[in-house]
């Protein structure tokens, strides 16, 4: 690393002064000077807690674990008398302020995206509209498949009726089938879906969502429309969650200044990218807003990009961009609440090209938190970057990841350390569940991970999440959200299935990309979420009991067989995901699975592959040979799955000198000692180690 930089008594990369004091803070107009002994002084007060509460996590999990080491379990007495349980607090409403309808009267599909990737932010962000002819038609979403070569014209038919049926459920005609659309003002059963016209094209609304039919008979598919029907746009991603954290790798200076260019990029609206597309050069930017003439004459103008919040990283990693006073990293979440703030400074005043929060918010995801302390603390946080920014009370908004387990059991506490800033509640099935696992890793062996979804504590999690933020208030000020359908090329299973969601009173999900956005959007439209909330506000919050019944595996004896099976799944999907994350810095991408299914991955995939393989050692029910010979036989499976990657690494055979097999390898064997069975401090160094290499 270059020579560091003194700023107000922190040493700082050079790479993130200059980004800073050149292209940050001067269209703000703040001093540099000046910003940075705010900076130090944020560190000063905040580090050391932040460092506390570290520990305090510690020794909570040596209590628990002495308590199953004796032969007793860590049940809710316990948990109560060593303090990871806290009183539920007195009722209380959420009142938090100045939120943008997209988060808290709006009902529809969230995008999740790595900041690194240029091009992939760009698609989520202009993911708000998608056409759902080209969803439809590209996709397994309906059965078959188009013929290659051109326009299929009976995949086409195809297409054109399912998107049609999906008009008469939700706009439909007062007397006939859109099929028989024939042009003009349509009649409809309910006139006031009419909104707007863009020429002839017409612009509907449903549950809050918008449809614009496209029409233009000049095209193939309207001209052969009887109505001249194009297309079919749905307003689908709504939000979208730009990601700091578990998708991307960023382990030095380097990486978290290119992270924050590209924030930077979307706040000033001029983020752009370039690239090969069929042999020309394709630049993607973001999209403009909609205009469209409204029923009573005037412009009626809809945002055409995402509303965006910024996921931060959590309490534990440090940074090496910058070394503070004594010597030591820096909280990397405290960096991370600093710079993204700074950024959105651009937004909240008005210096962009665009707007992102029309109602005057920045909007932060705040991820692994565990317990009400330490989201207390990040609402101190949240004080401190404001009164450095000279931001009202409460302008930065949180979203909170209920994706562990002491945040899950004492959820209520945790919204009401931050009742007056939170704007989400979000459930995560992998992240959870390996906490689940660590927390409880001396309890017994785990019951396999394909059963985790159907066990007691993972329904009681779900039906408490929703619950309880209806209790608070959610409903009108801000989201309660679902998570990821992770297998982007299985469409129709995701419209079978993923409609549960907006079911359970959830008013945002998770989804792969910009077509699974579009696709998941039907089902915003097929169910109305806010009368959905009506109907099971009044059902009581699940207890405790379920939550914390551990899903240990009772009296089971594994044949040979099932215990390999269950090694080969987890260790082939830390080792294809992990090849990646070390050798190329890729933190979030389509992974082949054991089937050779491509899922959507990211850390928390390995956080549960991993404390799975660790727990199974730690009682016997698998051998370290057993797990070594799994990564061995794997590491083959792995190699070919990504023969076709120039920049691919072969790790079977390069065992000894291959640093993402020996990293694969220690998150399981080190999986016991690591915190809270996260994988990040494992990964960084061997990253690092990597990039220390290719220099």
């Not at 999740?112 to 397994?140: E, H, I, M, Q």
Request: net charge negative.
């Amino acid at each position: 690393m270059s020579e560091m930089l003194d700023r107000a008594g922190l040493s700082v990369a050079p790479q993130l002064a200059s980004f800073v004091e050149e292209q940050v803070l001067p269209p703000l107009g703040i001093d540099p000077v000046l910003w940075w002994q705010g900076v130090a002084g944020v560190f000063a007060s905040l580090a050391p807690e932040n460092r506390a509460l570290l520990a305090r996590r510690d020794v909570l999990q040596d209590q628990i674990d002495s308590r199953y080491v004796a032969g007793e379990a860590a049940d809710e007495s316990f948990l109560r008398e060593i303090g990871y349980l806290v009183p539920e607090p007195a009722p209380f409403t959420i009142g938090t302020e100045k939120v943008d309808p997209e988060i808290a009267t709006m009902a529809g599909p969230q995008l999740v995206v790595p900041v690194l990737n240029a091009r992939f932010v760009l698609n989520a962000a202009n993911a708000r509209w998608g056409s759902l002819y080209d969803a439809l038609y590209g996709t397994d979403a309906l059965p078959g498949m188009a013929v290659p070569g051109g326009y299929d014209p009976v995949r086409g038919a195809q297409v054109i009726d399912y998107a049609k049926a999906f008009l008469d459920q939700a706009v439909p005609l007062a007397s006939e089938s859109w099929a028989a659309y024939c042009g003009g003002t349509p009649d409809l059963a309910d006139p006031a879906q009419l909104v707007g016209r863009n020429g002839e094209s017409l612009l509907l609304r449903h549950n809050g969502l918008h449809i614009e039919i496209v029409i233009d008979r000049e095209s193939v598919i309207g001209g052969g429309d009887p109505g001249g029907i194009a297309d079919v746009i749905l307003e689908s991603a709504i939000t979208t969650i730009v990601d700091l954290e578990d998708s991307i790798a960023a382990v030095d200076a380097e990486d978290k200044v290119a992270a924050y260019a590209n924030w930077l990029g979307l706040m000033r609206g001029d983020l752009a990218e370039s690239f090969d597309k069929g042999g020309r050069t394709v630049t993607r930017r973001l999209n403009a807003d909609r205009s469209y003439e409204a029923v009573d004459g005037g412009t009626l103008t809809l945002p055409g990009r995402s509303l965006l919040f910024v996921r931060n990283v959590g309490h534990l990693m440090t940074s090496p961009a910058i070394m503070l006073a004594d010597g030591a990293e820096a909280p990397e979440g405290i960096l991370d609440a600093i710079m993204t703030a700074t950024i959105a400074l651009h937004d909240l005043r008005g210096l962009g090209a665009y707007r992102n929060s029309r109602a005057g918010s920045f909007y932060v995801v705040k991820p692994k938190m565990h317990g009400p302390e330490e989201v207390g603390f990040t609402n101190r946080l949240f004080d401190a970057v404001e009164d450095l920014l000279g931001l009202d009370r409460h302008t930065i908004k949180v979203g909170v990841m209920d994706e562990e387990r002491r945040t899950s059991a004492n959820l209520a506490a945790c919204i009401e350390a931050v009742k007056d800033r939170i704007v989400f509640i979000n459930t995560g099935f992998l992240d959870r569940t390996g906490d689940e696992m660590h927390t409880a890793m001396r309890a017994g062996p785990m019951i396999p991970k394909a059963e985790m979804k159907s066990s007691d504590w993972i329904k009681a999690y779900e039906d408490r999440n929703v619950r309880i933020g209806l209790a608070h208030g959610f409903s009108g000020k801000a989201q309660i959200g679902k998570g990821m359908w992770a297998a982007p090329d299985r469409m129709a299973d995701m419209m079978e299935q993923k409609i549960g969601h907006p079911r359970s009173g959830a008013n945002t999900a998770w989804v792969p990309s910009p077509t699974a956005a579009t696709l998941h959007a039907i089902h915003y439209h097929q169910v109305d979420v806010f009368e959905r909330r009506v109907e099971i506000a009044c059902e009581a919050i699940p207890g405790l009991s379920h939550l914390l019944t551990v899903p240990v595996a009772k009296g089971r004896n594994w044949t040979p067989d099932e215990v390999r099976a269950e090694l080969d799944n987890n260790a082939q999907g830390i080792l294809g995901y992990v090849v990646r994350w070390i050798d190329q810095g890729v933190g979030c991408s389509k992974v082949p699975d054991i089937h050779d299914i491509g899922l959507m991955e990211d850390r928390a995939t390995l956080r549960i592959s991993s404390q799975h393989m660790a727990n199974w050692l730690l009682h016997g029910v698998a051998t370290e040979s057993d797990i070594d010979a799994a990564f061995a036989r794997m590491a083959a499976k792995v190699d070919v799955q990504n023969a076709g990657d120039p920049l691919y690494r072969p790790m079977s055979g390069h065992e000894a000198t291959s640093l993402a097999y020996q990293a694969a390898r220690a998150l399981v064997f080190e999986g016991l000692t690591q915190p809270n069975g996260y994988t990040e401090p494992l990964l960084h160094a061997y990253r690092a180690r990597a990039k220390a290499e290719t220099r």
